[in-house]
């Protein structure tokens, strides 16, 4: 397979990021996306920015796969809700010794491609990487996730898997690896994204706000053993790295780690949860493992519609702020409680008639690690306004954890607080309660 043409479904956070970076290193790729991105990629390019080098490359891009010739690799870099129509669309690329790449979460996508296209044209794939596509068109890279992992089926290590690593070493920014075990490595990836996601939605908080209450460290831990079991009695058991790896991540009380699933939930869009925690539960069904949490999580995923979700903002979808993205844009959200709220039933001195006190609400901010040296600017500040205009820093305010702000009117005094670890973006929260 020298000198590869690789087709990429996609130009988005991951398509974008991923076969941005090959075009990069001047391989041969054609992007398939819809009119409005095509019109956005020839006049502008393909835009990168990321902590390994930001990027602006003039690229090859169709709207429909029969405008692009012969390929020897295609990538599927979609949702899972998207997969039927990502199947019909890439079909006419598919021909014979063209390898299909998916890079979706879970495994329940393996058995439809297979179906579609043929076991022997389907590999296994699996991305590690948190990036996004702003509202501007760039693909915004976060951290040092940059990891690509792929191999066949069957666990031989062909002339075709070799030839898209070494494609991929030529590119910047970018950790390939061909493995004989990619169907392990997926189910370890399944245990990991039902865990982070079964939890971070199920409590509306990223990793570390769940740790950090009284039970949240436990039941992390409690969903992991689960997934985990599930999937040994099934023949994929997690490797005691992996494992290793995953309790400590679940034990971060500093973790800003959330999941697109939630982020998903959040501003209404589709989510996989039937994909992810749904496959899992009748996995588990299936085993004879009963888990609680993994049914309530599953249960709650797809009891959210969009007409039961939280009224979003006109504009709720993610954008960018600087060099930041906004991924949360709810113009107010209950969150976990940060101080007591007032009681039910009448209060003293209270006017009838009068609107009864709100509880707590959160506008949530991140954004990329902070430059060396920048950790007291006011960015945080710029983006809490941007997010919640509403909300204006006080002219004093110490640019430290906990800058007080002016809340709307009729509120209290609200707080920005911010953090970053080595492995999670930064992010910066505001609160406000009702006075």
Same mark, same amino acid.
């Given at each position: ?30 992007? $398939? ?6 019109? #956005? &990629? @020839? =006049?502008?390019?393909?835009?990168? /920015?990321?902590?390994? !080098?930001? +990027? ?47 890079? $979706? ?6 058995? #439809? &491609? @297979? =179906?579609?296209?043929?076991?022997? /044209?389907?590999?296994? !794939?699996? +991305? ?55 169907? #392990? ?251």
């Amino acid at each position: 397979m020298g000198g590869l043409r690789i087709l990429v479904l996609g130009a988005g956070g991951v398509g974008g990021y991923f076969g941005g970076r090959l075009a990069q290193a001047g391989v041969d790729v054609t992007f $398939l996306v819809r009119e409005r991105r095509l019109r #956005r &990629l @020839n =006049a502008e390019g393909l835009r990168i /920015r990321s902590p390994f !080098g930001d +990027a602006a490359i003039a690229v090859k891009a169709v709207a429909a796969a029969e405008d692009g010739g012969r390929f020897d690799a295609v990538l599927l870099a979609c949702k899972a809700y998207d997969l039927e129509d990502a199947i019909s669309t890439v079909a006419p690329a598919v021909s014979d010794g063209c390898a299909v790449l998916p890079l $979706l979460n879970g495994v329940a996508h393996i058995d #439809r &491609l @297979n =179906a579609a296209f043929g076991a022997g /044209r389907v590999l296994g !794939g699996l +991305a590690k990487i948190q990036a996004t596509l702003t509202e501007d068109g760039v693909v915004e890279h976060f951290n040092d996730w940059r990891f690509l992992t792929f191999g066949e089926q069957d666990g031989r290590m062909t002339g075709r898997v070799a030839a898209l690593e070494a494609a991929f070493a030529q590119a910047p920014g970018c950790v390939a690896e061909a493995v004989p075990d990619v169907m #392990r490595r997926l189910w370890e990836k399944l245990v990991h994204v039902a865990t982070s996601a079964g939890m971070t939605c199920l409590m509306r908080a990223n990793v570390g706000e769940i740790v950090r209450t009284a039970d949240g460290a436990a039941l992390l831990r409690r969903l992991l053993e689960a997934n985990a079991e599930i999937a040994a009695r099934l023949g994929h058991a997690p490797s005691p790295a992996f494992m290793e790896t995953y309790r400590a991540t679940f034990s971060d009380p500093s973790s800003g780690y959330s999941t697109s699933m939630l982020r998903d939930i959040e501003r209404g869009a589709p989510t996989e949860g039937d994909h992810i925690l749904g496959f899992m539960l009748d996995s588990a069904r299936s085993v004879g493992v009963s888990e609680p949490i993994l049914e309530l999580a599953c249960a709650h995923v797809q009891g959210l519609r969009p007409a039961t979700r939280c009224r979003q903002a006109p504009d709720a979808r993610p954008r960018s702020v600087g060099r930041g993205v906004v991924t949360r844009r709810l113009t107010a959200r209950p969150a976990l409680p940060r101080r007591p709220s007032p009681p039910d039933g009448p209060q003293a001195g209270a006017v009838e008639g009068a609107a009864r006190p709100q509880p707590p609400r959160r506008c949530r901010l991140r954004s990329p690690r902070p430059a060396p040296g920048r950790a007291g600017d006011a960015a945080p500040l710029v983006q809490a306004q941007r997010s919640c205009p509403a909300l204006v820093p006080s002219a004093q305010a110490p640019l430290s954890r906990g800058i007080p702000i002016e809340a709307p009117p009729g509120s209290s005094a609200a707080s920005v607080s911010w953090g970053w670890n080595s492995s999670t973006p930064f992010s910066a929260s505001v609160f406000w309660s009702a006075a």
